[in-house]
């Protein structure tokens, strides 16, 4: 079997879903539609659905979409194989990507979570948290290097808790250890979702000062009211969380933060809010991702009183990401004239380019764009831009010979 890049030229399609949050849950099943539509024009032979969404809903769906050929919970790679007609085989290691994408993996280091946050279903969708070793990640590692890989983010629900389960201290620190002897020098290594309560001095420093480790950091802060925070069934306070910030760009002053706040949780108050914007103008983070509460099915947080209406739950979202806008502008232009090396995406014909720095995660930050690029740059190559130029989330730069 080859992995096709479009659906229109293959013969089974295999979507693999999420189930987090509502607009996650309508958005997958929208996608099912459409691939049991292009089944039904005579354009796929077979579907697929797989992951979070069949753990969480899967009676449910099987019973409404009798055209899905097979369905999977997560990780059951097995039950994949055997729909596919393939039950002699056995799993042993990730294919390559097709096209541009293959310069850029992710590497999930455990899975499942212990946190119990009050308004999260990734516990009861994907149980405790269960780390590979880190011999088991050093050789996919490595894989995935072979494979073409410039660029390996580290993922998980918690990655600061990597290890706990199974009897490693400071896990994390000693498995960006063995990546950095293991892998080439040349190497970007990307830290995303590190829960604050597991940030301390000694990671900060490690991440800073890394070799292929990118001194950038996606820290989900979630809110700074103590109460809410409480609430949430995630404690702190917004002093502890802005120690995180303050100390990070005190080791490293161009240290890259993201982080991720949620509005409109059950008795949020307008001080509530007003508090988290005083946080965010405090902390000053580079970039973030914001959400609007969901009351989730089988969470805690869904049954509890206070509730709020949606026209206020949009209202304080589009008054957080504005605030954040002029951050994120600021924090911008401090880059502007300066050189940084910038991995190619996308090679746009010409001498243009888009890329990204060591400020810009896939898919969720902003890009670079690129001018003055040489002739027979492709994805994945790394070159030095200068940048002219900066906006709310992408920046401009050019390649001087």
């Not at 005579?42 to 899967?58: N, P, Q, T």
């Amino acid at each position: 079997m080859e992995i096709v890049s479009d659906v229109a030229s293959a013969d089974t399609a295999i979507i693999n879903t999420c189930g987090f949050i509502r607009s996650a849950v309508s958005e997958n099943i929208s996608e099912i539609l459409d691939l049991i539509s292009i089944k039904q024009k005579g354009l796929l032979s077979r579907i697929g659905v797989v992951g979070c969404l069949v753990a969480r809903f899967g009676d449910e769906l099987k019973r409404n979409m009798p055209e899905v050929d097979f369905w999977a919970g997560c990780n059951d790679i097995d039950t994949i194989l055997r729909s596919l007609l393939l039950p002699s085989c056995r799993f042993t290691q990730r294919a390559g990507l097709p096209g541009d994408s293959a310069h850029m993996r992710y590497l999930k280091i455990s899975d499942g979570c212990d946190n119990a946050c009050s308004y999260c279903t990734i516990p009861l969708i994907r149980g405790r948290a269960r780390s590979k070793t880190i011999k088991d990640l050093v050789g996919e590692a490595s894989r995935l290097v072979s494979d073409g890989a410039r660029e390996i983010c580290l993922v998980a629900q918690d990655l600061s808790s990597y290890g706990v389960d199974i009897g490693l201290k400071g896990g994390l620190i000693s498995l960006l250890d063995a990546l950095e002897s293991s892998l080439p020098g040349n190497l970007w290594l990307r830290l995303m979702y590190v829960q604050p309560s597991g940030v301390d001095r000694a990671l900060l420093e490690r991440v800073a000062n890394g070799e292929q480790v990118l001194p950038y950091l996606d820290i989900p802060v979630q809110h700074s009211s103590p109460r809410i925070l409480e609430l949430m069934n995630r404690g702190g306070s917004a002093k502890k969380l802005l120690w995180i910030f303050e100390t990070a760009r005190a080791i490293r002053l161009d240290f890259a933060l993201r982080t991720t706040c949620m509005v409109g949780f059950p008795g949020e108050t307008r001080g509530d809010f007003a508090g988290l914007l005083k946080f965010i103008e405090t902390a000053r983070p580079d970039r973030m991702g914001a959400f609007e509460f969901s009351p989730e099915e089988g969470t805690a947080a869904a049954k509890m009183p206070g509730q709020i209406s949606n026209r206020t739950k949009k209202s304080r979202m589009e008054r957080l990401m504005s605030l954040q806008e002029e951050i994120s502008l600021l924090r911008q232009n401090l880059f502007v004239g300066r050189e940084l090396d910038v991995m190619i995406d996308l090679a746009g014909g010409g001498d243009y380019a888009e890329g990204r720095s060591f400020r810009e995660a896939p898919e969720v930050d902003g890009i670079i764009e690129l001018s003055g690029v040489p002739a027979g740059a492709s994805p994945g190559d790394i070159i030095k831009a200068t940048m002219t130029g900066a906006f709310e989330h992408d920046m401009t730069a050019k390649v001087f010979a």
